[in-house]
């Protein structure tokens, strides 16, 4: 079982930049985290469901929403079993609700779909105002 846990959402106005935090626990080895293909996901409110980014499994790929491309960056740190992720130039579309999810290995159009990960955070919301 691996459970995590997102932070650093907020209300900021459009420009500003944010960083989010998930933090994983439970069965969390640095070993067994770094096996650990990491995502973050999206939910705004009457739009599905959208992939934000992708790292996978030991740091080796990572992959961008086309919306987000530029101006987010994802990143982890297996000694402290948390993934990162650092969001510029933030707009109103950004608005919504951050979740972070994980899944053990994986590769390449695997990590695109939500119904291929495993565990998952509850959500942080994040708010940019124009």
């Known amino acids: 079982q691996v459970q995590l846990s997102e932070s650093g959402g907020g209300l900021v106005h459009a420009g500003a930049s944010l960083r989010l935090s998930c933090a994983a626990s439970g069965r969390t080895s640095t070993n067994y985290f770094s096996s650990l293909s990491m995502a973050w996901f999206r939910q705004a409110p009457v739009k599905e469901s959208e992939l934000v980014a992708y790292i996978s499994w030991s740091g080796g790929r990572s992959y961008y929403g086309d919306s987000v491309k530029g101006r987010f960056n994802i990143s982890r740190d297996d000694t402290k079993n948390t993934v990162y992720l650092q969001m510029n130039n933030l707009k109103p579309d950004d608005t919504a609700v951050y979740y972070c999810?994980?899944?053990?290995?994986?590769?390449?159009?695997?990590?695109?779909?939500?119904?291929?990960?495993?565990?998952w955070g509850q959500g942080t919301l994040v708010t940019v105002s124009s």
């Open positions: 999810a994980s899944r053990l290995h994986g590769w390449g159009t695997v990590l695109l779909s939500p119904q291929n990960y495993d565990y």
